[in-house]
């Protein structure tokens, strides 16, 4: 659903309509490790990262870098977990 938001008010709705956004299931055979990752500098929090790998993984092998587009907004990476 595409929403402008123009304002403070526009933003809260549509925070609060994303927060009741189903979590998408994970699919059978993928594991989930939430890791953090140090950024340089003393006053910068850690970067939050989502593994999903599945159990039969031969290494070495590909991976695929997904970003949540949510610019530390709205939403919630694990939205699309059925996706990742």
Known sequence: MP?????????SAARRL????????????????????????DDRPDVRVLIYEPSSRTRPSGAL???HGGGLVMGTPEQVEGLC
């Open 65 to 67: 870098l997904w970003f």
């Open 3 to 11: 929403v402008s938001l123009f304002g403070p008010r526009s933003l």
């Open 18 to 41: 994303v927060s009741f956004a189903p979590k998408s299931p994970l699919a059978d055979g993928v594991t989930l490790r939430n890791e953090h990752i140090a950024v340089a500098g």
